[in-house]
């Protein structure tokens, strides 16, 4: 199986830790992954990382071989050129290439921790897409209350399609 999506192939399968796990951005940008996500990156063989948003919201933390794939889409033409190439200016303005140290650390660009309101703030991260999302208190309270919003009916659809 392929190593981060899981599909056929002849490499080990890497699976991402399941849930959010909490974690804080020091005083100096740097944000310590939780053990289950250092470990999972180490598995994928990328040291190396790219930082951004593609939202605003939300800060994303891509393997970079993961974000070379993303590089790929980015660039190719297409009907939606001009979308592509929005995004990929919002995602170069906030990012930055950063190593994870040898604790497990990730230097999250000043521009976009500012932005996004995580410096000194406990954050949320998930792995996600093959990515690992950031999200700061409040958004993921914003999006904690919007999930629950009627869940019981939201729960039922998903059982009539499938959901065990």
């Known amino acids: 199986m392929d190593q981060a999506s899981g599909q056929s192939g002849s490499a080990a399968v890497i699976e991402a830790p ?27 063989g990328d040291q190396r990382v790219f930082v951004t948003t593609v ?19 980015l660039e190719q033409g297409g009907d939606d050129t001009e979308l ?24 999250m660009p000043a521009e ?18 093959q990515r690992i999302e950031v999200t700061g208190n409040d958004v993921y309270e914003q999006r904690f209350s919007k999930a629950m919003a009627g869940l019981g009916g939201k729960v039922q659809d998903l059982e009539k399609k499938g959901l065990r």
Not at 95 to 107: K, M
């Open 18 to 44: 399941r849930g959010f796990l909490s974690a804080r951005v020091d005083e100096k940008g740097r944000l310590k992954l939780p053990a289950a996500i250092a470990e999972y990156v180490a598995a994928l």
């Open 55 to 73: 939202d605003g919201s939300t800060a994303r933390i891509y393997p970079i071989s993961v974000w070379r794939q993303n590089e790929i889409l």
């Open 84 to 107: 592509k190439e929005d995004v990929a200016f919002v995602a170069y303005h906030f990012g930055a290439d950063s190593d994870v140290d040898a604790q497990g650390r990730v230097l």
């Open 112 to 129: 976009l921790r500012r932005a996004l309101r995580m410096e000194g703030e406990q954050v949320h991260l998930r792995c996600f897409k």
